[in-house]
């Protein structure tokens, strides 16, 4: 009897590492800062590297303040309770997080890199394991958080807080929201030609729902690119949409169809 | 943590332009321009097939110049400082002719950052009005964005400089023996475009309109005005064409591979907002294979991406917000 335990027990430790290095705890960019991330945005809790969580962007950066990415997120992955974009090298590294109410197959965003940067996105799912990809970005014109940029002045005329939004039927069969808000989306860490400070000023907080509940809530930092775009896939999207957003001045705005 | 990571990151970055600075003053911070005789009197610096970098110097522009009885013509002024001394110092070992006159092409920086040094020799530097404001708005951040990108040791002495005479209509220039036309041909490329034709050989100086076997630069330009330039040189009286970027043009397919590719470029973009794509999806896509032997194709995707898809999301965002 014992020694059977000692066997199952012997191949659940050989299952388990197998299973280890297909997924690894080991950060493929070899990052010195990735403990550090680890433990300030995912809370210390066991992440796994794997191919469930899939970031898309191109990875040689021209323009540092408007850096496209797309986190695919697998359905593999069951519930997703929350997922967490993180660019180590920024100043503000957390660069945002969303919490989806249903299933959610890719949620896009641009953003703003200051130099080159492991760029991760981390799926938290419910049994409390995140499941990480990266990406390197090569960033060719550093300073995507530090340089004043033309976008503050419309951002912050009389479209401020404007919102739109697209729905488009994928070919994968999901539905996808793509929606844009019009923000300066300041970083603090911008002068004006005068030397001036500018300082942060961002979108904060966005509710994205539709007839049948909420679909996901973000919470955003400013290393969100100015005139914020978020693209979510999902399945079912009802025809009436509700969109509300909040502001780091605790300007509010909505829109509605 | 990243406070230290960001100065240990800035003094590689900093140790790698020393690095580059020095090897550069090593060698002299010269690029070897050789000056080819294409046709009678009319020459042409070569540049590379290559994207800006510390090796080059930014050398991957075609400048020239044409030689009449009385006094030359310079075209173009390259990226920097030392490259518009070494074109000077080339032309002058070839003519004794005064270089009377200079025409920049365009704004962007490969052919336009030298033209101080051809002021400073007296010479008249004629550009564009749109291609005038478009350097003075953009210089001085372009100039930050070449340092990184190749260098302070390149970039050392060049200063956003304006020109002497604005082209706004067409105009013909005596050499002495010969008669050079002077064309604006804007809006397509950049908003302030201009080419050059030497009449007595039938070579015309197409600037940036023309990118031979090498992929065009978009981020300013309008495809459909574009292609209508396209059109209008390729049935101008031409023997050999000298482009921007890339080799010797002496035959009309180059007119189809721009038109194909620009014409993919615009419908793509489009084709890929109305479909509700990411742009992260737009620029990871592939170039269909028909493209995959021009230079520097990978990155002038990317940027072409970058602006074209960006600008065509921004006119469909507009019109959404009108309607929710």
Same mark, same amino acid.
Request: aromatic share 8%; with cysteine.
């Given at each position: 009897?014992?020694?059977?335990?000692?066997?199952?027990? @012997?191949?659940?430790?050989?299952?388990?590492?197998?299973?280890?290095?297909?997924?690894?705890?080991?950060?493929?960019?070899?990052? &010195?800062?990735?403990?550090?991330?680890?433990?300030?945005?995912?809370?210390?809790?066991?992440?796994?590297?794997?191919?469930?969580? =899939?970031?898309?962007?191109?990875?040689?950066?021209?323009?540092?303040?408007?850096?496209?990415?797309?986190?695919?997120?697998? &359905?593999?992955?069951?519930?997703?309770?929350?997922?967490?974009?993180?660019?180590?090298?920024? &100043?503000?590294?957390?660069?945002?997080?969303?919490?989806?109410?249903?299933?959610?197959?890719?949620?896009?965003?641009?953003?703003?890199?200051?130099?080159? =940067?492991?760029?991760?996105?981390?799926?938290?799912? +419910?049994?409390?394991?995140?499941?990480?990809?990266?990406?390197?970005?090569?960033?060719?014109?550093?300073?995507?958080?530090? @340089? &004043?940029?033309?976008?503050?002045?419309?951002?912050?005329?009389?479209?401020?807080?404007?919102?739109?939004?697209?729905?488009? +039927?994928?070919?994968?069969? =999901?539905?996808?929201?793509?929606?844009?808000?019009?923000?300066?989306?300041?970083?603090?860490?911008?002068?004006?030609?005068?030397?001036?400070?500018?300082? +942060?000023?961002?979108?904060?907080?966005?509710?994205?729902?539709?007839?049948?509940?909420?679909?996901?809530?973000?919470?955003?930092? @400013?290393?969100?690119?100015?005139?914020?775009?978020?693209?979510?896939?999902?399945?079912?999207?009802?025809?009436?949409?509700?969109?509300? +957003?909040?502001?780091?001045?605790?300007?509010?705005?909505? =829109?509605?169809? | 943590?990243?406070?230290?990571?960001?100065?240990?990151?800035?003094?590689? /970055?900093?140790?790698?332009?020393?690095?580059?600075?020095?090897?550069?003053?090593?060698?002299?911070?010269?690029?070897?321009?050789?000056?080819?005789?294409?046709?009678?009197?009319?020459?042409?610096?070569?540049?590379?097939?290559?994207?800006?970098?510390?090796?080059?110097?930014?050398?991957?522009?075609?400048?020239?110049? *044409?030689?009449?009885?009385?006094? /030359?013509?310079?075209?173009?002024?390259?990226?920097?400082?030392?490259?518009?001394?070494?074109? *000077?110092?080339?032309?002058?070992?070839?003519?004794?002719?005064?270089?009377?006159?200079?025409?920049?092409?365009?704004?962007?920086?490969?052919?336009?950052?030298?033209?101080?040094?051809?002021?400073?020799?007296?010479?008249? /530097?004629?550009?564009?009005?749109?291609?005038?404001?478009?350097?003075?708005?953009?210089?001085?951040?372009?100039?930050?964005?070449?340092?990184?990108?190749?260098?302070?040791?390149?970039?050392?002495?060049?200063?956003?400089?304006?020109?002497?005479?604005?082209?706004? %209509?067409?105009?013909?220039?005596?050499?002495?023996?010969?008669?050079?036309?002077?064309?604006?041909?804007?809006?397509?490329?950049?908003?302030?475009?201009?080419?050059?034709?030497?009449?007595?050989?039938?070579?015309?100086?197409?600037?940036?309109?023309?990118?031979? %076997?090498?992929?065009?630069?978009?981020?300013?330009?309008?495809?459909?005005?574009?292609?209508?330039?396209?059109?209008?040189?390729?049935?101008?009286?031409?023997?050999?064409?000298?482009?921007?970027?890339?080799?010797?043009?002496?035959?009309?397919?180059?007119?189809?591979?721009?038109?194909?590719?620009?014409?993919?470029? %615009?419908?793509?973009?489009?084709?890929?907002?109305?479909?509700?794509?990411?742009?992260?999806?737009?620029?990871?896509?592939? /170039?269909?294979?028909?493209?995959?032997?021009?230079?520097?194709?990978?990155?002038?995707?990317?940027?072409?991406?970058?602006?074209?898809?960006?600008? *065509?999301?921004?006119?469909?965002?507009?019109?959404?917000?009108?309607?929710?």
């Amino acid at each position: 009897m014992k020694s059977i335990l000692g066997l199952f027990a @012997a191949i659940g430790l050989v299952l388990g590492m197998t299973q280890m290095a297909a997924a690894g705890s080991i950060d493929p960019n070899d990052s &010195p800062l990735w403990q550090t991330m680890h433990q300030d945005f995912l809370y210390g809790d066991e992440a796994v590297f794997d191919d469930l969580v =899939t970031v898309v962007m191109p990875v040689d950066i021209e323009n540092s303040t408007d850096v496209p990415v797309a986190i695919r997120l697998s &359905p593999d992955l069951g519930e997703v309770e929350e997922v967490a974009l993180i660019a180590e090298n920024n &100043p503000i590294p957390l660069v945002a997080r969303m919490y989806p109410h249903r299933q959610i197959n890719m949620f896009g965003i641009k953003i703003r890199l200051e130099m080159s =940067t492991p760029v991760r996105a981390a799926a938290r799912t +419910a049994d409390g394991v995140w499941h990480v990809g990266s990406e390197w970005a090569n960033v060719l014109t550093p300073g995507g958080c530090s @340089a &004043p940029i033309e976008f503050s002045e419309a951002g912050a005329g009389a479209r401020l807080g404007e919102i739109s939004f697209r729905t488009y +039927a994928r070919d994968d069969g =999901t539905d996808r929201l793509k929606m844009r808000i019009i923000h300066p989306m300041e970083t603090g860490f911008a002068f004006t030609p005068e030397g001036d400070e500018i300082p +942060a000023y961002f979108v904060e907080r966005i509710e994205l729902a539709d007839e049948n509940g909420p679909i996901a809530d973000l919470v955003t930092n @400013a290393a969100v690119a100015p005139d914020p775009i978020f693209t979510i896939d999902t399945a079912g999207l009802n025809q009436s949409l509700q969109i509300n +957003a909040r502001d780091s001045e605790g300007l509010q705005f909505e =829109t509605f169809r | 943590m990243t406070i230290i990571r960001t100065s240990i990151s800035a003094f590689v /970055v900093l140790a790698a332009l020393l690095a580059a600075s020095l090897s550069a003053h090593a060698r002299g911070l010269t690029y070897g321009l050789q000056a080819d005789e294409i046709a009678d009197g009319v020459y042409v610096f070569w540049g590379l097939q290559e994207n800006w970098n510390v090796q080059n110097g930014g050398n991957i522009v075609n400048t020239g110049f *044409i030689v009449g009885d009385k006094e /030359v013509l310079a075209i173009d002024t390259g990226p920097t400082k030392f490259y518009a001394d070494e074109m *000077i110092r080339v032309i002058r070992s070839i003519t004794d002719k005064p270089i009377r006159n200079t025409v920049v092409t365009h704004h962007h920086p490969d052919h336009s950052f030298g033209l101080q040094r051809f002021k400073k020799i007296n010479s008249r /530097v004629m550009m564009h009005p749109e291609a005038r404001a478009g350097l003075l708005r953009d210089g001085a951040a372009l100039i930050g964005f070449m340092e990184i990108a190749m260098g302070q040791g390149w970039m050392a002495g060049t200063e956003i400089d304006k020109p002497n005479k604005s082209i706004r %209509q067409s105009m013909k220039l005596d050499l002495g023996g010969r008669t050079a036309l002077i064309m604006p041909l804007d809006g397509g490329h950049t908003p302030g475009d201009v080419i050059v034709m030497d009449q007595k050989t039938g070579t015309l100086f197409a600037g940036d309109l023309i990118f031979h %076997q090498r992929a065009p630069t978009v981020p300013h330009a309008d495809i459909p005005t574009w292609l209508d330039h396209l059109n209008t040189m390729s049935a101008m009286d031409w023997q050999r064409i000298v482009p921007g970027h890339g080799p010797l043009v002496t035959d009309r397919s180059v007119f189809n591979m721009m038109a194909d590719y620009l014409e993919y470029l %615009q419908q793509f973009a489009e084709d890929s907002v109305a479909r509700g794509d990411t742009l992260a999806d737009a620029m990871t896509s592939d /170039v269909p294979e028909r493209f995959h032997g021009l230079s520097t194709l990978q990155i002038e995707y990317r940027r072409s991406m970058l602006s074209l898809f960006r600008k *065509i999301e921004t006119q469909d965002f507009d019109a959404a917000a009108a309607v929710n």
